[in-house]
């Protein structure tokens, strides 16, 4: 038997519970892979809520690293012992689990299994929002602003589009916070509880706002994020951390100044197998070169991840967390 973070109906973090289950060997196509690490995201709060509808009872987590201790039938490219790691299936709050090796990445020497547990989600998220999504609006030297810029995906953008040339403006919400998002990357910093954003965005750039808004948080942010924009500017709403965005009429994109909006996610950009090793190459790259820096900065046992979706939901947590089974 092996231990398991379950739902068995959406709700609040005490609808987690630590159960047995047995695993079973692996199937055609398939590896089992012990847990090594596990992340944790914000995706994980809305699909133990409910926001996101997802089948019932399940695992709750999305990514996670380890190594493959078993192997099935027809499998080609992975064998056991072999360290991995995976984004976007749904089930990751366990210590052993049963994955399509098309699911997997090798994880390259000099990444840990606690980095690439922590980063796969948010660090693919990261190389789509910087190097694909405002492909044709973004040159070398302009300035872009990211909400929720000391949160997991925050840290990465910050340093990651700092890589690429790009000044960044950050929201946050606490004088620690802004000088850990200035850590990592970002030039200005906005502390939200005590000045305005888009009067301080008009500020930095002189009146002419910015080409394009990374906004993960949703409900709170809207408004002003399209008030940041340039003419023609380019609203990217990749999250909703406060909640959805309500229905808008499209009609204030044109009094706004004839916006564009995207609604992305990262299974959109790895939708192929090839697309999918893209991205981690990518991202892996990154990290090896030391442009990317990866702090695990809170770690729970498997256990408590009740006890890590209430630090999340209150923005009590920064940067990565890992749960360790």
Known sequence: MSKSILIHENGGPEKMKLEDVEVGSPG??????????????????????????????????????????????????????????????????CEERLMGTDQLVHVPKGVSDEQAAA??????????????????????????????????????????????????????????????AKKNGYKWVIDYTKDDIVAEVKKITKGKGVPVVFDGVGKDTWNASLDCLQPRGLMVSFGNASGAVPPVSLGILNTKGSLYVTRPSLGAYTATRAELEAS??????????????????????????????????????TGQTVLVP
Not at 298 to 307: D, I, S, V, W
């Open 28 to 93: 055609p196509g398939q590896v089992k892979v012990r847990h090594t690490a596990i992340g944790l995201n914000f995706i994980d709060v809305y699909t133990r809520s409910g926001l996101y509808q997802t089948p019932l009872p399940n695992a709750v987590g999305r990514e996670g690293a380890g190594v493959i201790v078993e192997v099935g039938p027809r499998v080609k490219g992975f064998k056991k012992g072999d360290r991995v790691a995976y984004c976007g299936v749904l089930g990751a709050y």
């Open 119 to 180: 980063i796969m989600l948010k660090g693919m998220t990261t190389e789509y929002l910087v190097d694909h999504t405002p492909k044709g609006w973004l040159k070398k030297g302009d300035t872009i602003l990211f909400h929720a810029a000391a949160g997991g995906v925050g840290l990465l953008f910050g340093q990651w589009a700092k890589a690429r040339g790009y000044k960044v403006i950050g929201t946050t919400s606490s004088a620690e916070k802004a000088a850990l």
């Open 280 to 317: 981690a190459k990518s991202l892996f790259k990154m990290v090896k070169s030391g442009k990317v820096k990866i702090a695990i900065d809170q770690r729970y046992p498997l256990a408590e991840a009740a006890q890590a979706h209430i630090d999340l939901e209150s923005r009590k947590t």
